[in-house]
């Protein structure tokens, strides 16, 4: 069967991802994230969500041209670990309903790709183990998945909401706990590697760089599913205690039946949450 990324016209319109692919083992997924159809899937996600420009100003439609030229460099040095991405650019967006600022990071195309590419391969490891009561950006699952939960438990006679929005979440991340999360499925170093080097980049704020030791940015391919990576031992632990609850990435609704027992569980939520 003809690899559809081989029928692309290097000089015309699309990036070539060709190049010598070794063994995708489970060891050594890096070459799963390299595969030419995963990058051209990639490619054309990113390219359907017609981001804004990162700190280098580069424009989608200018990637292909910069892609043809540079593609080959590029992935060689993805393979032995020598690749760094840019610093995200900062963004600033009002919360719903006036709640406050949410900081957004705005990656460079490339940077996109990549971690487009690298979320398509680690998605299918991670999300089928992942609890049946997390909706938050995960495939085939939606906040109108989550209400409908809500809606059930509300019929089952669970009326009184504990709501836990967890306020700076991604903004607080810790590094060294999200990467021993991802490591429990990843035993690739040199993909651990990268993912480590996206978490530390940086983030340009009116033209200063400035370090991020904590954090995962909001507005990257990869920070929904490491948050959800990150958050599903707090589901794990809220189900092991038979709560009826719904999280969309994080916000967590927990709903039990008196006032008292939403006292209770808030407080017992609170010390879970500590240790995620």
Same mark, same amino acid.
């Given at each position: ?186 035993? !690739?170093?040199?993909?651990?590697? #990268?993912?480590? =080097?996206?978490? *530390?980049?940086?983030?340009? &704020?009116?033209? /200063? $760089? ?21 958050? !599903?031992?707090?589901?794990?632990? #809220?189900?092991? =205690?038979?709560? *009826?609850?719904?999280?969309? &990435?994080?916000? /967590? $609704? ?23």
């Amino acid at each position: 069967m003809t690899n559809s990324a081989d029928l692309m016209n290097p000089y015309g319109g699309e990036p070539d991802w060709r190049g010598t692919m070794q063994p995708a083992l489970e060891t050594n997924l890096m070459e799963r994230v390299l595969d030419s159809e995963n990058l051209h899937r990639a490619w054309k996600q990113v390219k359907s969500n017609q981001g804004a420009p990162g700190i280098d100003g580069m424009v989608l439609d200018d990637f292909a041209a910069y892609a043809r030229l540079h593609w080959a460099e590029i992935r060689q040095s993805l393979r032995d670990g020598r690749y760094r991405p840019s610093p995200v650019r900062r963004v600033i967006i009002p919360k719903p309903g006036g709640k406050g600022e949410r900081l957004l990071g705005v990656p460079t195309v490339l940077d996109l790709v990549i971690q487009q590419a690298i979320s398509q391969v680690l998605t299918p490891m991670f999300d089928p183990e992942f609890s049946e009561f997390s909706f938050g950006c995960r495939p085939k699952r939606s906040a109108h998945g989550a209400i409908k939960q809500v809606k059930e438990y509300v019929k089952q006679g669970y009326r009184v909401v504990v709501d836990l929005d967890l306020e700076k979440f991604f903004d607080t991340v810790n590094h060294d706990v999200l990467m021993a999360r991802v490591a429990r499925k990843v035993r !690739d170093k040199t993909l651990l590697g #990268l993912i480590g =080097r996206y978490l *530390r980049a940086g983030v340009m &704020v009116e033209g /200063v $760089v400035q370090t991020t030791e904590w954090g995962t940015p909001q507005g990257s391919p990869l920070s929904p599913l490491l948050a959800n990576i990150l958050l !599903d031992d707090l589901d794990q632990e #809220l189900e092991r =205690r038979g709560h *009826r609850f719904a999280r969309y &990435v994080d916000d /967590v $609704v927990i709903l039990v039946k008196s006032s008292r027992a939403g006292r209770r569980v808030f407080a017992s939520a609170l010390r879970s949450n500590r240790r995620v």
